[in-house]
T-cell receptor, first 110, second 111 residues
Framework: QKEVEQDPGPLSVPEGAIVSLNCTYS??????FMWYRQYSRKGPELLMY????GNKEDGRFTAQVDKSSKYISLFIRDSQPSDSATYLC??????????FGTGTSLTVIP | SQTIHQWPATLVQPVGSPLSLECTVE??????LYWYRQAAGRGLQLLFY??????ISSEVPQNLSASRPQDRQFILSSKKLLLSDSGFYLC????FGYGYTFGSGTRLTVV
């Protein structure tokens, strides 16, 4: 069983839709949770960094962590074509090593 | 502000040839540095990380090695490339409390 599971998609939505991206994990000791966005042929860039359970909002992006279910989500409101990218979840026990999902490919259609 | 530089962007190398990928960081001192490989459908695989000059930890035994000759320089090397070494190589700095900042990556194709 992988440490972090993420549906690879692809996910295709119309512009303006609400997007929900999800990851599940097996290690209940994970404490820190991140979402990265990766455009084609580029390195990932950090979108959200959260600690423990709860929600964190940044503009059109909301990260949600449910530690009891070992489930994290990223919501994108009013999706734009520029949001088309691969989204990677990542998590950490608290040290410097992060465990990444395989990424979900998202296309927002104008 | 901190920036990370990684080159080259693309590389095509024959099997058995050597490899040297370089990564440098600006705007920070004594960063934690990482080399990752990203393969399609397999996510990011941590290859090496370094917490200081000359200090290298290897996560996956393989055909690659890493060195950190200077505080903000991290090098990924191989003496003889294999076909299986093809992939997208990413350098990163950062760690606990603030996540990673990744370089733009090197797409390596071994032919």
């Amino acid at each position: 069983q992988k440490e972090v599971e993420q549906d690879p998609g692809p996910l295709s939505v119309p512009e303006g839709a609400i997007v929900s991206l999800n990851c599940t994990y097996s290690n209940s000791a994970f404490q820190y949770f991140m979402w990265y966005r990766q455009y084609s042929r580029k390195g990932p860039e950090l979108l959200m960094y959260t600690y423990s359970s709860g929600n964190k909002e940044d503009g059109r992006f909301t990260a949600q962590v449910d530690k009891s279910s070992k489930y994290i989500s990223l919501f994108i409101r009013d999706s734009q074509p520029s949001d088309s990218a691969t989204y990677l979840c990542a998590m950490s026990l608290g040290g410097n090593q992060f465990y990444f999902g395989t990424g979900t490919s998202l296309t927002v259609i104008p | 502000s901190q920036t990370i530089h990684q080159w080259p962007a693309t590389l095509v190398q024959p099997v058995g040839s050597p490899l040297s990928l370089e990564c440098t960081v600006e705007g920070t001192s004594n960063p934690n540095l990482y080399w990752y490989r990203q393969a399609a459908g397999r996510g990011l695989q941590l290859l090496f990380y370094s917490v200081g000059i000359g200090q290298i930890s290897s996560e996956v035994p393989q055909n690659l090695s890493a060195s950190r000759p200077q505080d903000r320089q991290f090098i990924l090397s191989s003496k003889k490339l294999l076909l299986s070494d093809s992939g997208f190589y990413l350098c990163a700095w950062g760690g606990f409390g603030y996540g990673y900042t990744f370089g733009s990556g090197t797409r390596l194709t071994v032919v």
